[in-house]
């Protein structure tokens, strides 16, 4: 069974750091675009920044703002999105998706993806 499975959410403090990650399923991220978003109360989606796994190189606001990183663990298959600094409202649920892309380039983040997680809660105090 194809799934994707995000870890690591859960209370954060002001200006403390979390590590999700993002783990494939059934599939290997290889060829892939992986993507996170998030999605506060009464608020639309967000996309935060997107990896493409085969060469690491990265896109979306968050690869600018420097507060928000991703990396991949190709032996492990795996996509890490490291949050530092954090604030009360990145309290959000975290999901990450993934989508089949050809070579390693990653222009910008994709809009549609094959497959989604079911997220991951981040809750930070203040």
């Known amino acids: 069974e194809v799934q994707l499975v995000e870890s690591g959410g859960g209370l954060g403090q002001a200006g403390g750091s979390l590590r999700l990650s993002c783990a494939a399923s059934?599939?290997?991220?290889?060829?892939?675009?992986i993507t996170w978003y998030r999605q506060a109360p009464g608020k639309a989606r967000e996309e935060l920044s997107c990896i493409n796994f085969r060469s690491g190189a990265t896109a979306g606001a968050d690869s600018r703002r420097g507060r928000f990183t991703l990396s991949s663990d190709n032996a492990r298959n795996i996509v890490y999105l490291q949050m530092n600094g954090l604030k009360p409202e990145d309290t959000a649920v975290y999901s990450c998706a993934a989508v089949r892309v050809l070579g390693g380039t990653i222009p910008g983040c994709p809009i549609e993806h094959d497959y989604w997680g079911q997220g991951t809660q981040v809750t930070v105090s203040s």
């Open positions: 059934g599939f290997t991220f290889d060829g892939y675009a």
